[in-house]
T-cell receptor
Framework: EAGVVQSPRYKIIEKKQPVAFWCNPISGHNTLYWYLQNLGQGPELLIRYENEEAVDDSQLPKDRFSAERLKGVDSTLKIQPAELGDSAVYLC????????????FGPGTRLLVL | RKEVEQDPGPFNVPEGATVAFNCTYSNSASQSFFWYRQDCRKEPKLLMSVYSSGNEDGRFTAQLNRASQYISLLIRDSKLSDSATYLCVVMRNNNDMRFGAGTRLTVKP
């Protein structure tokens, strides 16, 4: 079974430029998560989707970050404009959404903003 | 104060040693508990779930004390391949997972 797929794996951009990350969850997983992970820290939730509905976006900086999951399968996370402090690893995870079900992570996108 | 707190580490131990990691959480409504392992520049991967009665998977033993809001992970007979960062994870009843900052383990020959 294929795991969570993310692209690109690495991205280097200049500040103020836009950037987008893509995620395709494990087949059959209704719940999709976007996390941000800084060096030496654990992942921090940005947004959680149940099918196509964003059920928790309280930690998403909405002035510059946006996300969508239009058909309830793959998802895109966008930053516009990017700031130096956005340099981090952006992880996508998915789960079946059942109570207590664990999450499976993709390899992440490593973003460097210069 | 963070919702999930872990020993900061790093832990540097010789092969064959026994090492224990501790974790505390602040949300008493938390429902499920896990340990994840994260290798350098890789994604987190589930190591094991943690049950109230305690559970064991080979050389790994996890324990949960709900009254003290405390979780532990014990690794016996450490291998070089155990070198990684171990993340304590707490799940709320809405499937919202909160991660600790991780404890880094290095097992040396």
């Amino acid at each position: 079974e294929a795991g969570v797929v993310q692209s690109p794996r690495y991205k280097i951009i200049e500040k103020k430029q836009p950037v987008a990350f893509w995620c395709n969850p494990i087949s059959g997983h209704n719940t999709l998560y976007w996390y941000l992970q800084n060096l030496g820290q654990g992942p921090e939730l940005l947004i959680r989707y149940e099918n196509e509905e964003a059920v928790d976006d309280s930690q998403l900086p909405k002035d510059r970050f946006s996300a969508e999951r239009l058909k309830g399968v793959d998802s895109t996370l966008k930053i516009q404009p990017a700031e130096l402090g956005d340099s981090a690893v952006y992880l996508c995870a998915s789960s079946k959404g059942l109570a207590g079900e664990t999450q499976y992570f993709g390899p992440g996108t490593r973003l460097l903003v210069l | 104060r963070k919702e999930v707190e872990q020993d900061p580490g790093p832990f540097n131990v010789p092969e064959g040693a026994t090492v224990a990691f501790n974790c505390t959480y602040s949300n008493s409504a938390s429902q499920s508990f896990f340990w994840y392992r994260q290798d350098c520049r890789k994604e987190p991967k589930l190591l094991m779930s943690v049950y109230s009665s305690g559970n064991e998977d080979g050389r790994f033993t996890a324990q949960l004390n709900r009254a003290s809001q405390y979780i532990s992970l014990l690794i016996r007979d450490s291998k070089l391949s155990d070198s990684a960062t171990y993340l304590c994870v707490v799940m709320r009843n809405n499937n919202d997972m909160r991660f600790g900052a991780g404890t880094r383990l290095t097992v040396k020959p």
